[in-house]
Each structure stands twice: as C-alpha cells, then as structure tokens.
C-alpha cells in the first residue's frame, strides 16, 4: 500500500463474474508495480444474506442491495458491473453521471442502442472505461498480437473462430432467475451471439482490425422452457448456436461459430489466423500455448511449432513465477485490472474501452439482423 493512491470500487453482481472481478482486483496490486491500490470498498446484489457472505469471503468494507445508493456515494471511485445484462446500461449511465469510472462486464449492452448510450454517458462525463473481455489478456494471445502487428504473417486471408459449449441441451433446463438468466433473452439480450461470439468478434477484431460486412444464421433448438421466475413455460428467445460468414475491411474472409449444443464442448474458443507468411491457431483449452507454421522456415525444417508461452519474455509472465510455469483463466482479469489501473496512472485509456465494446455490439446486431432477414448487413457506424 505504501506510496500507492488508493482506489476505492464499488462491484455491482455476486456471481460468477463478481467473483473474477474481485480476485482481479485483490491480486492485480500483489504481482503487478501499480501506481493504484484497488480497494474493494462494497459491493452490491439484491439477496443481503449471500451477499453479506460474499463481502467477508472477499473482504469487500461493506454491502449495498441498491445499486443507486452506491453510484451515490462519495467514498467510491469506480464502479465495476458484474451483474446480468439487463443492468449494465442504467448502472453505468448513471454511474457516469455521477462522475465515477466504470468498468463493465461483456457484452456491454443488450444491444448496440444500449452499448451507445453507455458509451456516450462514459465520454461526455469524460471517465476512464474499460468492457471485460478477459480472452485479449491471455499471454499466448498477446503474443499473437505482437507477431501479426509485427508483420510476421504477411497479408491476412483467413481468420476462423469458434466457441463452444453444451451446457443448455437437455430440454428440462428452465429459463431466467439466478444462474439461469442467460436464457431469457429480455435479461441476456441474445443467446450465444451476444455472451459467446461477442467474445470471438472482439479478440478477432483487436487482432485483425474492423469487420466490413456478415451472412449470419442462428437457430433456437428448444422453443419453449419453464421460466423459473414466473413458473410458466414460456417461448425461449435467444439463439442457442449462431454462425456467420465475414469479410474483414481488410479483405480477409472469416467464418464464426458459437453454440451450446457442441456435446462434450465446455469453453472451447479456438482461433485461427491464415497470412500470406504464416499461420498462428489458439485454443482455449491449451490457453498458454499458440501452434505457428513460418513458411519462410528453412524447407526441411518447416512445421508446426508448439510455442508455451510462459518465459519471462513472453506478455505478462515475468511477473508470475518462474519460466515454464503456467497460469490460467483467472489470469486474464488480473491482468485487465493491472493494464486498466497502469494507463489510468498515464491519464491513457487502457482497451477495450466502452466505444470497443460497442464496435462489438454493432458486428452482433448485424449478426442477428443478418440472420433475420437473410441478407449481407454491414455493422452500422
Ligand atoms: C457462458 O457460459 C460463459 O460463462 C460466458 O458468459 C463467459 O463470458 C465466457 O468466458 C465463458 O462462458
């Protein structure tokens, strides 16, 4: 703590999500020099009792069940979103108003109208932003980003990305409530393309730039499912699998997937980067490592290298333990956490901030608009 501002957040969400957060702030300031001490000052959600189990597992200072009552106060700094979709515009919006930066869990709106709101809200208050898509602070991934920045794949022709998952197949699964609000479209927005693909379209376009035009379709396989908040069985609105066909603005041709209808699949997000030089494939599975095919290879030589990517050399990993060893998932919000509390400390905007989330908004209404009408769409601008 010595000689480091302190920070105060206020996490809005107990979940999943407000669990990796908070982990992500408690040991960003322990493996990373910050300028900034994050302090975990409350944090909000609507049941008091698991909540007030919450707080003391995190050693958050206090509870709030109002979220308005903690984009009031003074004493905190920062308000981080790790609730349901349904809330993240109101939350930060007002948040923004009440001058506080915000960080924000993915996908940053329902919908792009959402995420342009929040977007304008972040920029006219002129607050530090950031959305959460964890999977661009992967070490392997940033070393990706360093070799394609570096030219080392040459021209770019193909780009492929997939995420998978199983767990909403059986049809005795019901909709909505706690755990399960992913399948109500009015909390979630979408299905896979808004809380899956949205993670494809944001790493693919930080690693290959903006996304010109998509031919989408999507499919909703059970059609109906209790919804456990009002008891009834209701029409499932999300998309349980989406696809869709791309060109990048910089001529490259792509194709997504994303479902939870892939038996035997729990989060397997692969890529794959095809260039006129070389091609590079990541898979979530395998996070520390990236496969790299060098044409310009001696001839007899030539092949598919298997990079671990866990030197001291490599993104972020002198500051965990030493060579060789590896981290994880959770890695990648502390790693957020650290870049987002390193640029605020530079008066810079750490990625992706809220106007990157809403690029990534517009590319997955253009998906769901494209899988409607069965025409091209062009993400609008
Ligand atoms: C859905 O199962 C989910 O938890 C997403 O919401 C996350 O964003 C993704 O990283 C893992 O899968």
């Known amino acids: 703590m010595i000689g480091r501002k302190t920070l105060n957040i206020g996490v809005v969400g107990y979940g999943f999500m407000g669990r990796t957060h908070s982990n992500a702030f408690l040991q960003a300031p322990r493996f990373f020099d910050l300028p900034y001490q994050p302090v975990l000052k409350a944090v909000c959600a609507r049941n008091s009792e698991r909540l007030k189990s919450f707080a003391n597992t995190w050693g958050y200072e206090s509870a709030e069940t109002d979220w308005r009552k903690l984009v009031e106060r003074a004493d905190i700094d920062l308000i981080d979103i790790a609730s349901p979709n349904d809330t993240h515009a109101e939350i930060a919006i007002a948040a923004a108003r009440a001058g506080k930066m915000v960080m924000c869990e993915k996908p940053l709106g329902r919908n792009a109208a959402e995420a342009k709101a929040m977007t ?18 992967v070490p392997a991934v940033v070393l990706l ?45 979408s299905g896979v393309t808004g809380d899956l693909l949205a993670h494809t379209i944001d790493t693919a376009m930080w690693l290959n730039g903006p996304i010109a035009e998509v031919s989408a379709m999507t499919e909703t396989f059970v059609k109906q499912r209790k919804h456990n908040l009002t008891g009834q069985v209701e029409p499932v609105g999300i998309d349980d699998a989406s696809a869709f066909l791309c060109r990048f603005q910089n ?7 994303a479902t939870r209808y892939a038996r035997g699949h729990k989060a397997l997000y692969t890529l794959e980067i095809n260039g006129e030089h070389a091609s590079a494939m990541w898979d979530l599975h395998d996070l520390h490592r990236i496969q790299f095919f060098d044409h310009r290879d001696e001839g007899q030589l030539r092949g598919w290298r298997s990079i671990h990517v ?5 993104p972020y990993m002198r500051r965990w333990w030493v060579p060789g060893l590896q981290i994880g998932y959770e890695h990648t919000f502390i790693h957020q956490a650290a870049d987002f509390l390193e640029a605020l400390s ?3 905007q750490a990625a992706p901030t809220f106007r990157d989330g809403l690029a990534t908004d517009l590319v997955t209404d253009a998906v769901l608009e494209s899988a409607k009408t069965r025409q091209w769409e062009a993400p609008c601008t």
Do not use: C
Not at 123 to 132: D, I, L, P, Q, T
Not at 176 to 185: A, I, Q, S, T, Y
Not at 251 to 257: I, P
């Open 251 to 257: 001529g490259s041709l792509a194709t997504f997937e």
């Open 346 to 348: 530079e008066g810079k």
């Open 310 to 314: 866990t030197d001291s050399d490599h």
């Open 120 to 137: 304008e809200a972040v920029e006219s208050a002129n607050v530090a932003n950031m959305v959460w898509y964890n999977y661009r602070r």
């Open 145 to 189: 980003k360093h070799l394609i920045d570096d030219g080392r794949l040459g021209r770019i022709f193909h780009y492929r990305a997939k995420f998978l998952q199983d767990w909403t197949i059986s049809q005795d699964l019901p909709q909505g409530g706690e755990g399960l609000w992913r399948l109500d479209v009015s909390v979630a927005g």
